[in-house]
């Protein structure tokens, strides 16, 4: 025989309930005198099935008539001995049969921890046959282990369940009832009054389908009573205690509305007043903005005014300027009729030349809007015009001009014009003795208005086999050398099918930039 054990918070409480026994050749058990006569058969009995059978009675028979730990100590010991036969035989069933007594032998020996060790291992063991009714009380006793140890509430009702379960399929109501009842008394504990009220009826069902009688289901009828009146004023409770956090929901909701609308009145007091102070801050800080603006405007006035005073005076000076070379031009002019010296008319006449090319860059200047650059076409091709005039070669001598759009600052401007005037002098008065299929190719580029390369070329009859441009005692030699440098440009002269001079220079970006804005 063994016991389920329901366990409460306050201890453990037990509650016998018969184990029926599944054998399918079940046989009565055995009392004393049978007992005592198959011990003495044992000795005889080969180790078979039939003995395993003798062995499991004379246990059960010490178990259930058990008044000292010595008559369980036989009860185990005979249970143990069927499990060694019943392992030899490889019988499932019966190993299952005799894990599930030792089950509940520990139970009765209160050894907690082996009632849930042999009754899996039974469970392992019964799984595999068709002895359900035994596989349903093997689930009992780990549901038993569970109780006795205080395990929490999900691990007390799987067991209990699956015996349940186990137990309605073959249509063992009284242990079916028996389950449901364990099940309504662990939902009761954890005051889960629904499935407590719902598990006791299924118990009461299946009571009543096994025949019990009225005396018999009458207490758990009370029970069952117990269990209503209590769910209902639990729900009354809870009913109270949800009207009272409704009440309490409303009066909270109505301080916070108020505290809210409180609360939203001193912020908008505050806002209004930081708005309208803000409002008086800006109408100051515009007042003052307007006073320093009005100043600005004026100052700007005052600047602009300066600006186009300094624009006419720089026009001025450049004007002025260009009609002092022009009275020098004339005076030399003057000068160059009285002289009887052809090379002191001829030094007189490019001293004209070279004035003349400074002259220009100063009358662009003041007749165009910026006064720091010069459109370089404009300029090369009027300095062009300028020299083909003074030495009358309009018909003898061909110019080819190759020149980019680009605009140069005053401090290369005048240079390059200087170098310009006495590269195409030279090449106009010693390139071309006969003056026959002349032609003079000037080319000026620029690489993204960065680096520049000036190239005047003629086919003339070229430099001298000897000639040496760092000694050349030439003037304008050394004049466009000095210039290069000035610069800092790269100056060469060389005779490829009459004479090259290339100058290449680079212009600093943020000067240029500068001297433009």
Same mark, same amino acid.
């Given at each position: 025989?063994?016991?389920?054990?329901?366990?409460?918070?306050?201890?453990?409480?037990?509650?016998?309930?018969?184990?029926?026994?599944?054998?399918?050749?079940?046989?009565?058990?055995?009392?004393?005198?049978?007992?005592?006569?198959?011990?003495?058969?044992?000795?005889?009995?080969?180790?078979?099935?039939?003995?395993?059978?003798?062995?499991?009675?004379?246990?059960?028979?010490?178990?259930?008539?058990?008044?000292?730990?010595?008559?369980?100590?036989?009860?185990?010991?005979?249970?143990?001995?069927?499990?060694?036969?019943?392992?030899?035989?490889?019988?499932?069933?019966?190993?299952?049969?005799?894990?599930?007594?030792?089950?509940?032998?520990?139970?009765?020996?209160?050894?907690?921890?082996?009632?849930?060790?042999?009754?899996?291992?039974?469970?392992?063991?019964?799984?595999?046959?068709?002895?359900?009714?035994?596989?349903?009380?093997?689930?009992?006793?780990?549901?038993?282990?569970?109780?006795?140890?205080?395990?929490?509430?999900?691990?007390?009702?799987?067991?209990?369940?699956?015996?349940?379960?186990?137990?309605?399929?073959?249509?063992?109501?009284?242990?079916?009832?028996?389950?449901?009842?364990?099940?309504?008394?662990?939902?009761?504990?954890?005051?889960?009054?629904?499935?407590?009220?719902?598990?006791?009826?299924?118990?009461?069902?299946?009571?009543?389908?096994?025949?019990?009688?009225?005396?018999?289901?009458?207490?758990?009828?009370?029970? &069952?009573? #117990? +269990?209503?009146?209590?769910?209902? $004023? !639990?729900?009354?409770?809870? =009913?109270?205690? @949800?009207?009272? %956090?409704?009440?309490?929901?409303?009066?909270?909701?109505?301080?916070?509305?108020?505290?809210?609308?409180?609360?939203?009145?001193?912020? &908008?007091? #505050? +806002?209004?007043?930081?708005?309208? $102070? !803000?409002?008086?801050?800006? =109408?100051?800080? @515009?007042?003052? %903005?307007?006073?320093?603006?009005?100043?600005?405007?004026?100052?700007?006035?005052?600047?602009?005014?300066?600006?186009?005073?300094?624009?006419?005076?720089?026009?001025?000076?450049?004007?002025?300027?260009?009609?002092?070379?022009?009275?020098?031009?004339?005076?030399?002019?003057?000068?160059?009729?009285?002289?009887?010296?052809?090379?002191?008319?001829?030094?007189?006449?490019?001293?004209?030349?070279?004035?003349?090319?400074?002259?220009?860059?100063?009358?662009?200047?003041?007749?165009?809007?910026?006064?720091?650059?010069?459109?370089?076409?404009?300029?090369?091709?009027?300095?062009?015009?300028?020299?083909?005039?003074?030495?009358?070669?309009?018909?003898?001598?061909?110019?080819?001009?190759?020149?980019?759009?680009?605009?140069?600052?005053?401090?290369?401007?005048?240079?390059?014009?200087?170098?310009?005037?006495?590269?195409?002098?030279?090449?106009?008065?010693?390139?071309?003795?006969?003056?026959?299929?002349?032609?003079?190719?000037?080319?000026?580029?620029?690489?993204?208005?960065?680096?520049?390369?000036?190239?005047?070329?003629?086919?003339?009859?070229?430099?001298?086999?000897?000639?040496?441009?760092?000694?050349?005692?030439?003037?304008?030699?050394?004049?466009?050398?000095?210039?290069?440098?000035?610069?800092?440009?790269?100056?060469?002269?060389?005779?490829?099918?009459?004479?090259?001079?290339?100058?290449?220079?680079?212009?600093?970006?943020?000067?240029?930039?500068?001297?433009?804005?």
């Amino acid at each position: 025989m063994a016991n389920f054990n329901s366990i409460t918070q306050d201890g453990i409480a037990e509650k016998n309930i018969s184990v029926l026994k599944n054998d399918s050749d079940q046989e009565l058990a055995y009392n004393e005198q049978q007992v005592k006569k198959a011990e003495e058969l044992l000795i005889t009995v080969p180790e078979s099935i039939k003995k395993v059978k003798i062995l499991l009675k004379v246990s059960d028979w010490y178990e259930v008539s058990y008044n000292n730990p010595k008559t369980l100590q036989k009860a185990f010991q005979y249970a143990e001995e069927a499990l060694r036969i019943s392992q030899t035989l490889h019988s499932n069933i019966y190993s299952g049969k005799c894990y599930l007594q030792l089950s509940m032998v520990q139970e009765l020996r209160n050894n907690n921890s082996m009632i849930e060790v042999n009754a899996r291992k039974a469970i392992e063991k019964l799984a595999k046959t068709n002895q359900t009714k035994d596989l349903g009380e093997a689930w009992v006793m780990v549901w038993s282990a569970k109780m006795r140890t205080n395990a929490p509430i999900a691990e007390r009702l799987d067991p209990i369940f699956k015996a349940a379960s186990l137990f309605e399929k073959c249509r063992n109501n009284k242990r079916s009832g028996d389950c449901y009842k364990e099940i309504s008394e662990l939902y009761f504990s954890i005051s889960d009054f629904h499935n407590s009220l719902n598990s006791l009826k299924k118990a009461i069902f299946f009571y009543k389908a096994a025949n019990l009688t009225e005396n018999d289901i009458y207490p758990i009828s009370s029970r &069952l009573n #117990i +269990i209503y009146e209590t769910e209902k $004023k !639990s729900m009354d409770i809870i =009913k109270l205690k @949800n009207k009272t %956090l409704l009440q309490q929901s409303k009066l909270k909701n109505e301080v916070f509305l108020r505290n809210s609308m409180v609360t939203f009145v001193v912020l &908008l007091l #505050i +806002i209004l007043g930081l708005l309208y $102070k !803000s409002f008086m801050f800006k =109408k100051k800080t @515009n007042r003052l %903005l307007e006073v320093k603006q009005e100043e600005i405007n004026q100052k700007n006035l005052t600047l602009q005014n300066m600006l186009i005073e300094k624009e006419w005076l720089l026009r001025e000076i450049h004007h002025r300027v260009k009609n002092n070379l022009h009275m020098v031009v004339g005076l030399l002019a003057s000068q160059a009729e009285f002289l009887k010296n052809a090379e002191a008319v001829e030094a007189i006449n490019s001293s004209q030349n070279r004035i003349h090319a400074m002259s220009l860059i100063h009358q662009k200047l003041y007749q165009s809007e910026n006064l720091s650059i010069i459109d370089m076409p404009s300029y090369i091709y009027e300095l062009t015009e300028y020299l083909k005039d003074s030495f009358e070669i309009r018909k003898s001598i061909r110019f080819v001009i190759d020149i980019d759009s680009f605009n140069l600052p005053l401090s290369h401007s005048i240079p390059i014009g200087l170098i310009f005037n006495e590269a195409v002098t030279n090449a106009i008065k010693y390139a071309f003795p006969n003056h026959k299929n002349a032609v003079i190719t000037i080319s000026l580029k620029t690489n993204d208005n960065k680096s520049y390369v000036l190239i005047i070329q003629d086919n003339g009859i070229g430099l001298p086999g000897d000639f040496d441009p760092y000694e050349s005692p030439s003037l304008g030699i050394k004049l466009m050398y000095g210039l290069s440098d000035d610069i800092k440009g790269k100056f060469q002269i060389s005779s490829e099918n009459g004479t090259k001079i290339t100058l290449e220079f680079t212009i600093n970006e943020n000067n240029f930039i500068n001297l433009i804005l």
